[in-house]
């Protein structure tokens, strides 16, 4: 079906950002984010983005990678090694072209571990494309219109969340 589902993280002081970043990490790892409405591109208000970018760069490198039989292993292997190589050569022309790697590491075989990006280009393949492995991206927004624009900016429309206190802003959103 294809998906590049985006997320967007309010500027509402009331929210609680650990329960966010769980949610986040679920949205985004679960299934090795290999399912296709898998969270991708993550937009966080600016007033919260520091915050939250710390404490999810910190959960997403502490993900266990591995054997999935094993108890604890969030991230496993993907379907297959060509599939790991597509994700690897979408993370590295996104870096080339200026995104900026806050978590990950190298592939094993059909292996990629959990990574997360920041200041992805919109024109590259990982932002564009449903990425079906475990990679997100984040960016900063200043302007709730704006970042709604920034969702709908996809070739794909199978899921879309927002983590809001504000209920005009979610049925909005709906």
């Not at 609680?16 to 679960?30: H, I, N, Q």
């Not at 600016?46 to 997403?60: G, T, W």
């Not at 709604?148 to 927002?162: K, M, Q, T």
Request: aromatic residues 6%; proline residues 6%; glycine residues 8%.
């Amino acid at each position: 079906l294809g998906g590049n589902a985006a997320c967007i993280v309010d500027e509402d002081p009331g929210l609680p950002l650990d329960a966010v970043v769980k949610r986040l990490l679920a949205g985004a790892y679960d299934q090795s984010g290999q399912s296709c409405i898998s969270v991708q591109r993550i937009f966080i208000h600016r007033s919260r983005y520091d915050a939250v970018r710390k404490r999810l760069r910190a959960a997403v490198k502490a993900l266990p990678s591995g054997d999935p039989r094993k108890p604890g292993t969030v991230v496993g292997p993907l379907i297959d090694e060509d599939a790991a190589v597509r994700v690897e050569q979408w993370v590295g022309a996104a870096r080339k072209a200026g995104a900026r790697l806050l978590a990950g590491g190298p592939r094993k075989r059909n292996l990629v571990p959990a990574h997360l990006l920041e200041n992805v280009p919109h024109a590259a393949d990982l932002y564009r494309k449903e990425v079906f492995g475990p990679v997100a991206m984040i960016e900063p927004f200043a302007d709730f219109t704006e970042a709604l624009a920034r969702v709908n900016d996809s070739d794909y429309g199978l899921g879309a969340y927002v983590h809001t206190t504000n209920l005009t802003r979610a049925h909005r959103v709906a």
